[in-house]
């Protein structure tokens, strides 16, 4: 038996068809929300997620401001950009694209957005906020996935949970969000260090990969009827590969299609925080 496609392409319309009136009411009330990006350089992913955001504000109505900035751009003239956004009362959320190339240093830039302007859930106050159980704007892709699986009814309480990967977008927030008292999970949280990590996966209910390593999670390596999430993307000669060989969908019960599942959730979320944080400053 093959498993239950998690569609997220099809649940992100679902997300944007209630988001459009809860739009049009803050319009209306003279709280319209507006997203901007800012965007350093010429990665084509980083490229084609950010018009894909854009493509999304049009769609539910709110608007949106692109800061693209070249290559060789500096810290302070990056910093300058963000100061001009915090100031800015139709930026009422924004997002730095992620990566920066590499001279850049990304921590004091994520610090130096306004809290209140968060929108990715990315800045230290939002990631404390999570820590504490306070709210704050969630990062877009862990909250995307807890999203995905409440929509399919896929328990998660009680639930034996192996995350792959330790970043800072997926991996780490996603072990504090699943490990909350709504959501009651189990977390194991596996990284380059992890000594066995077929054996940690084999005992998943919900495996969430974010390695960034084509084909990692093999079908040999699943519980048969587990849930499994692929969030990583890695560019190949062959084109686009996710972390889940594709036959582990012959073993699992659910699975994230990569394109199709995580991708457009994660673009779901961030405008579901942009909405909730104007909401947030109506009181
Ligand atoms: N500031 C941030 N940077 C990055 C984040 C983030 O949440 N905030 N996450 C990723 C990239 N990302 C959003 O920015 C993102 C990745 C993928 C998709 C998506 O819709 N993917 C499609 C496929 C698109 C393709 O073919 O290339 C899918 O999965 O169906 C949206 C957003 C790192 N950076
Ligand atoms: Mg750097």
Same mark, same amino acid.
Request: with cysteine; charged share 25%; proline share 7%.
């Given at each position: ?8 392409? $099809? @649940? /992100? ?9 809860? +739009?049009?009411?803050?319009?209306? #009330?003279?709280? $319209?929300?507006? !997203?901007? @990006? ?16 854009? =493509? ?16 060789? +751009? *500096? #810290? ?5 950009? !963000? ?5 800015? &009362? ?24 306004? &809290? ?13 906020? !999570? ?28 639930? #034996? ?7 800072? %977008? +997926?991996?780490? &927030?996603?072990?504090?969000?699943? @490990?909350?008292?709504?959501? =009651?999970?189990?977390? %194991?949280?596996?990284?380059?260090? %992890? /000594? ?5 996966? *084999? ?11 084509? =084909?990692?999670? @093999? ?7 587990? $849930? ?19 036959? +582990? ?20 979320? !961030? ?13």
């Amino acid at each position: 038996m093959s498993a239950t496609i998690l569609d997220g392409k $099809a @649940t /992100k319309e679902a997300i944007f068809d209630e988001l459009r009136p809860r +739009v049009a009411r803050l319009a209306e #009330q003279g709280s $319209a929300p507006g !997203l901007a @990006t800012v965007l350093v350089g010429d990665d084509p992913g980083s490229h084609s997620y950010v018009r894909a955001k854009h =493509n999304d504000c049009a769609k539910v109505g709110i608007k949106s401001i692109r800061k693209d900035l070249p290559a060789d +751009v *500096s #810290q302070a003239e990056v910093e300058a950009v !963000l100061d001009e956004l915090n100031a800015d &009362p139709a930026c009422t959320g924004y997002i730095v694209q992620l990566p920066l190339p590499k001279h850049l240093d990304a921590g004091p830039l994520l610090e130096r957005i306004a &809290p209140e302007k968060d929108a990715d859930g990315l800045h230290p106050i939002s990631l404390g906020r !999570l820590v504490l159980g306070e709210e704050a704007p969630l990062p877009c892709t862990p909250r995307g996935i807890i999203e995905l699986l409440r929509r399919y009814d896929v328990p998660l309480n009680g639930a #034996q949970v192996a995350v792959v990967g330790r970043g800072i %977008t +997926v991996g780490r &927030p996603i072990g504090l969000l699943l @490990t909350r008292r709504s959501e =009651n999970a189990t977390v %194991t949280l596996c990284h380059t260090g %992890t /000594k066995d990590l077929a054996a940690e996966v *084999s005992r998943a209910d919900v495996v969430i990969a974010a390695a960034g390593k084509p =084909n990692l999670i @093999t079908a040999d390596m699943v519980k048969p009827g587990a $849930a499994v999430l692929d969030v990583g993307v890695t560019r190949t000669e062959a084109g686009l590969s996710g972390d889940v060989h594709p036959d +582990v969908a012959e073993v699992a019960g659910f699975i994230s299609p990569n394109p199709g599942g995580v991708g457009p959730m994660t673009r779901a979320m !961030l405008l579901t925080n942009v909405v909730e944080a104007a909401e947030r400053n109506l009181g």
